[in-house]
């Protein structure tokens, strides 16, 4: 079992606002990744890191930033909510395994809402 | 052509049923492979790697087929728990040789009834 959180858990915020969505990992992880995913859809990378200074973008365009200052912290901006932005966003970190590979360790995700 | 495709389902069976879930991959170079599974609003759980051999886990089997790029999940006697989608995820190498993202297929819905 991974341990890697995301905080809040759920956030209703009116346009405009900044937000920052929280992932730690307290596994010492190089690799870090945000996907997005609407209810019912299939998951879409929105940025990964594969180690502390280190950050990129994802498949999925998104006006999302993010920062990659600590191993265990990866944390998510939205400078200015929009209600486009609603979805759930899922943080994950990754290990290598010697027989599987790289193997992805997914928080319980972040369901953002804005009105 | 998608890099990873499932049949997006539902799969409805009954209980006790065996249920398989096929995956097809793009990229020759893929590397891992994976099943994942995710419960309605929830996280996906990493539910087995797939190695070269085939591997078993309680109910589940999954398998490879490199030559075919073909991935496939087996469950056994199915339970009302296994209700979910089921996610196949595979690892391509980067141009540099190095393990790129996992690319994660849409996922194929099952729901097990009594």
């Known amino acids: 079992e991974a341990d890697i959180y995301q905080t809040p858990r759920y956030l209703v915020i009116g346009t405009g606002k900044k937000i920052t969505l929280e992932c730690s990992q307290t596994?010492?992880?190089?690799?870090m990744y945000w996907y997005q995913q609407d209810p019912g859809m299939e998951l879409h990378l929105i940025h990964y890191s594969y180690g502390v200074n280190s950050t990129e973008k994802g498949d999925l365009s998104s006006e999302s930033t993010v920062s990659r200052i600590r191993t265990e912290h990866f944390p998510l901006t939205l400078e200015s909510a929009r209600p486009s932005h609603t979805s759930q966003y899922l943080c994950?970190?990754?290990?290598?395994?010697?027989?599987?590979?790289?193997?992805?360790?997914f928080g319980p995700g972040t369901r953002l809402t804005v009105l | 052509r998608k890099e990873v495709e499932q049949d997006p389902g539902p799969f409805n069976v009954p209980e006790g049923a065996t249920v398989a879930f096929n995956c097809t991959y793009s990229n020759s170079a893929s590397q891992s492979f994976f099943w994942y599974r995710q419960d309605c609003r929830k996280e996906p759980k990493l539910l087995m790697s797939v190695y070269s051999s085939g591997n078993e886990d309680g109910r589940f089997t999954a398998q490879l087929n490199r030559a075919s790029q073909y991935i496939s999940l087996l469950i056994r006697d199915s339970k009302l728990s296994d209700s979910a989608t089921y996610l196949c995820?595979?690892?391509?190498?980067?141009?540099?040789?190095?393990?790129?993202?996992?690319?994660f297929g849409k996922g194929t819905k099952l729901s097990v009834k009594p």
């Open positions: 994950a970190s990754s290990e290598y395994l010697r027989e599987a590979g790289d193997t992805q360790y």
């Open positions: 596994m010492g992880h190089d690799k």
């Open positions: 995820v595979v690892n391509c190498m980067n141009y540099g040789g190095s393990q790129g993202n996992l690319i």
